[in-house]
């Protein structure tokens, strides 16, 4: 008899994809769908704000294509690195390619006016000034609504730049103006911090903040459970409690772990198993994850984090302790420990005590990071 062909790794430890084994977050996807839809005043601008690999690409795209299922929904994706207005006043006429058509025929007037954005948002070469994009766009919002369409808007990753600070001006003119239009962006937490607090952005401080805490462990575990049951495999819920602690909740090392285990052998996945499978869990967050956070601190919030990770015994630091080795820094240690606060990377632990919110974060910057500083 011929063997049956293993199963495909059902776990996916990539970025920006959405993973065929999925979490909930306490209904996260469907809260803010549900606000959408519905035109919760405060869902209208909401940004997501999570650490990297915490799971914001995957959750804006979720909302963003449940959405684009709906016939009343235009769901426009942007990126922060392009000309923005003028993109989204091509995605918006592409978007609603046949309404505009019909819709603009009982204006008289408008026709013109529309005739005039397709041949104009259709030569791809040209550009199209930002000012011009505007008063395309603002045309089209006023048709969509009538129509009673909605708009969704959604960019990832944002950073602040001149493009997107146009953009956001221009975003809160049209909300003003009471067009049917919401803006879903996601970024890392300073990243937004510093575009919401940016003179002239102050709108998006009054915006709808949403934190991603980390994955709930049991839920992590059912997950784990159901993977391997629903693939005619075994884990045991000990080995599931064992892996769901090691995830520490961070999303993607709930896909790295778990794409480990699956690797491990096709028996039953026991403790034993998820002990062995460490080493290349480690790898792969320290490789794939780690890196790139640590690349992207400063200087100075780098000697923090080295000297937090020296300070640490069992799975916290002393606050007092970490300002001894961060030696001539001591006065900056509070500031820098904010910051680090702020950008997810370290959580208040008890009184006095700082802890990586990172499953096995002081053990990367030990091993992978400290030997090899000058
Ligand atoms: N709810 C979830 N349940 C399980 N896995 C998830 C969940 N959300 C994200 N992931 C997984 O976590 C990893 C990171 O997800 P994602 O790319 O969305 O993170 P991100 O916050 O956008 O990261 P970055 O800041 O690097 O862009 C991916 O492997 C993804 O499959
Ligand atoms: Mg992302």
Redesign the pocket.
């Known amino acids: 008899m011929e063997k049956a062909v293993a199963e495909r790794n059902p776990f996916?430890?990539?970025?920006?994809?959405?993973?065929g084994?999925?979490?909930?977050?306490d209904n996260l996807t469907s809260t803010i769908k549900d606000r959408l839809i519905t035109h919760d005043d405060l869902y209208q601008t909401t940004l997501v704000s999570?650490?990297?690999?915490?799971?914001?690409?995957?959750?804006i795209t979720e909302v963003a294509s449940s959405l684009a299922r709906r016939p009343d929904w235009i769901v426009i994706n942007l990126s922060s690195d392009e000309d923005i207005l003028p993109t989204l006043a091509r995605k918006l006429y592409a978007g609603s390619a046949g309404i505009m058509g019909k819709l603009f025929k009982p204006f008289g007037n408008f026709k013109v006016d529309i005739k005039g954005i397709g041949a104009e948002l259709g030569r791809e070469n040209e550009t199209l000034t930002e000012v011009d994009a505007r008063i395309n766009i603002e045309n089209m919002l006023q048709a969509l609504k009538r129509k009673k369409k909605s708009v969704l808007v959604t960019i990832?990753?944002i950073i602040n730049t001149p493009r997107i600070r146009r953009f956001a001006s221009v975003y809160q003119i049209l909300i003003r103006e009471d067009y049917d239009i919401q803006l879903l962006m996601?970024g890392?937490p300073h990243k937004l911090s510093e575009l919401q607090n940016d003179e002239g952005m102050t709108f998006l401080l009054r915006a709808n903040r949403i934190e991603?805490e980390p994955?709930y462990l049991p839920e992590v575990k059912e997950?784990y459970e159901g993977a391997f049951a629903s693939r005619g495999r075994k884990i045991l819920p000990e080995a599931a409690v064992a892996a769901a602690k090691l995830t520490g909740g961070y999303?993607?090392a709930?896909?790295s772990l778990g794409y480990e285990l699956w690797e491990a052998g096709s028996g039953t996945v026991t403790e034993e198993t998820v002990n062995s499978v460490i080493p290349a869990y480690k790898k792969m967050l320290f490789r794939n994850s780690y890196q790139?956070i640590y690349a992207e601190l400063s200087a100075k919030e780098r000697e923090f984090v080295v000297a937090i990770a020296e300070a640490y015994e069992g799975n916290r630091a002393s606050f007092s302790e970490m300002k001894k080795r961060a030696d001539g820094q001591a006065n900056y240690a509070s500031v820098y420990r904010n910051r680090l606060i702020g950008s997810g990377l370290i959580t208040p632990a008890e009184r006095g005590y700082v802890r990586f919110t990172l499953p096995f974060f002081a053990d990367f910057i030990e091993n992978d990071i400290v030997p090899y500083l000058d």
């Open positions: 996916s430890p990539s970025f920006g994809k959405i993973p084994i999925f979490v909930n977050r999570g650490t990297r690999g915490s799971g914001k690409t995957v959750l990832d990753e996601s890392l991603l994955l997950e999303a993607f709930f896909q790139k």
